[in-house]
């Protein structure tokens, strides 16, 4: 990953379909697993669940505090990042329930600090996942549909449909969502 560890990140990120690290489980790639799971933790951490709170749906933080909120920029962890933007996701069916916004991630890129610690350029795209109870309806529909606008003519690749749904999903009267996460990211 980076630092100590005696594995380069391509073999971490499935280069050999983790031969020989599963089991039992690797401690570098015990330590990547970990390290990328506190980056989506921190989306759980910082969003703002708070139904009766006006800032509901967004996050607790701004961008360049994110990661010092939630505990990950520290001096006694190497692997820093600077989060270049938070997207969006429309909750509602309707656009007459307002306001229909949900932060749902943010794309992350590591400094150049982070970057020599790590070896690396990294970004990330961190989604969270279910979080608030209008989301369980995106969820259950969990039939797998061709993405043929993402993937052009390939029919054969299939992506789970609420996720699909939601990262398409617009609604032009809202700031936060006029733009589809696809469009955001």
């Known amino acids: 990953m980076g630092g100590n560890s005696s594995r380069p990140w391509t073999e971490l990120s499935g280069e050999t379909n983790w031969k020989d690290m599963l ?3 690797d401690e570098d790639l015990r330590m990547y697993l970990i390290h990328y799971g506190e ?5 759980y951490d910082a969003y703002n669940g708070q139904t009766e ?18 505990g990950l920029k520290t001096d006694n962890n190497p692997f820093w990042y600077e989060v270049t933007q938070y ?25 150049d600090d982070g970057s020599k610690t790590l070896g ?10 279910t979080k608030d109870p209008l989301e369980t309806f995106s969820d259950i529909q969990d039939d797998l549909v061709p993405a043929t606008d993402i993937f052009k003519n390939d029919t054969d690749t299939k992506i789970h449909s609420g996720f699909y749904s939601l990262y398409r999903k617009i609604d032009f009267m809202n700031a936060y969502t006029k733009l589809s996460a696809r469009d955001q990211v």
């Open 53 to 70: 709170s006006e800032g509901y749906g967004l996050p607790l933080f701004p961008m360049d505090k994110l990661f010092s909120e939630v």
């Open 87 to 111: 997207f969006y996701v429309p909750m509602y069916e309707t656009f007459l329930l307002q306001p229909d916004r949900c932060w749902i991630g943010y794309v992350a890129v590591s400094t």
């Open 23 to 25: 089991d039992p489980l």
């Open 120 to 129: 690396r350029r990294d970004i990330l795209v961190a989604w969270r996942g």
């Open 39 to 43: 980056r989506v933790q921190a989306i």
